[in-house]
């Protein structure tokens, strides 16, 4: 398998999931946005106050882009919103084996209710705000992906050991190397 994919909502586990498959499975492990982070020397809530989300959703196309090239035996845990455009659904199928993580709200809430780095989240009601964000992009997520697999009342290696079972059956259903 070229590259392994984690998306989803925020708070569902896929860059604690992410780090901890990577490393059981010998492979690199890339986070889309700490990378941005890195690569425009301040944190995305900074990004999307001076810029605005569309520029960083331009930032996240631009990064799909260049890995495509260069992203090999990776797991790579993307922003929840990098699905949302057609363009890097296309592009992240073409990177590897999408794992959608999903979990319910309540879940979701529980895990970023006082995480103050996710600018999509700031305003009055979080529940209300959670709620709007994953009816919206819940259609773009099962789009991009391959596999569907739920974090509710799993710890990250039982969602490790699901993935490892479900990719397993993936590839044997589609022989054709991702």
Do not use: W
């Amino acid at each position: 398998m070229k590259n392994l994919i984690l998306i989803g909502f925020m708070g569902v586990g896929k860059t604690t999931v992410g780090r901890l498959l990577a490393k059981e499975k010998g492979m690199l492990f890339l986070d889309t946005d700490d990378r941005i982070v890195s690569e425009q020397g301040t944190d995305i809530p900074d990004i999307f106050s001076r810029y605005g989300e569309p520029y960083f959703r331009d930032l996240e196309t631009e990064l799909l882009k260049r890995m495509q090239e260069d992203t090999k035996n990776t797991v790579v845990s993307v922003g929840g919103g990098m699905p949302v455009r057609e363009e890097n659904r296309m592009l992240l199928r073409s990177l590897g084996c999408v794992v959608y993580l999903t979990a319910a709200k309540q879940t979701i809430l529980r895990r970023v209710h006082n995480d103050g780095s996710r600018p999509m989240l700031n305003g009055e009601d979080l529940a209300e705000k959670v709620e709007q964000l994953m009816s919206a992009r819940e259609h773009f997520y099962r789009q991009a992906a391959h596999i569907y697999i739920r974090t509710d009342g799993r710890s990250a290696r039982q969602v490790m050991q699901v993935i490892g079972q479900e990719t397993r059956r993936f590839m044997a259903e589609r022989p054709v190397s991702l």
